[in-house]
């Protein structure tokens, strides 16, 4: 069993920063990759980034790229997605999973966080 909380999330103005933080627990973490997706309203929830526990291995969406970048403490057990230029689109409910990827592929999710709203206004 693993559990994943968020925090970090707020309002913020387009242009602004924010730091997402996914703490994990459970005996098995590292056999897990994390990751991270967002939901806005009246849309699919979609793919952000991953890292590997083991080896810090990332892939970021291109809708991303060069602007979010995750991250990883595995002594703290926590990773994290630094959100530069936000953009008012960037708005939704930020989610961390622990699932499998292949390649640069996310292939699964086992396990989901609650959320966290980041809001960007314009």
């Known amino acids: 069993q693993v559990q994943l909380v968020e925090s970090g999330g707020g309002l913020v103005q387009a242009g602004g920063s924010l730091r997402l933080s996914c703490a994990a627990s459970?005996?098995?973490?590292?056999?897990?990759?994390m990751g991270w997706f967002r939901q806005a309203p009246g849309k699919e929830r979609e793919f952000v980034a991953f890292?590997?526990?083991?080896?810090?291995?990332?892939f970021h969406a291109d809708s991303v790229k060069g602007r979010f970048t995750t991250s990883r403490d595995n002594a703290k057990n926590t990773v994290y997605l630094q959100m530069n230029s936000l953009k008012p689109e960037n708005s939704a409910v930020y989610y961390c999973?622990?699932?499998?990827?292949?390649?640069?592929?996310?292939?699964?999710?086992?396990?989901w966080g609650q959320g966290t709203q980041v809001t960007v206004s314009s």
């Open positions: 999973a622990a699932g499998s990827a292949r390649g640069s592929r996310w292939y699964g999710s086992e396990y």
């Open positions: 459970g005996r098995t973490l590292s056999s897990y990759v």
């Open positions: 890292i590997t526990w083991n080896s810090g291995r990332t």
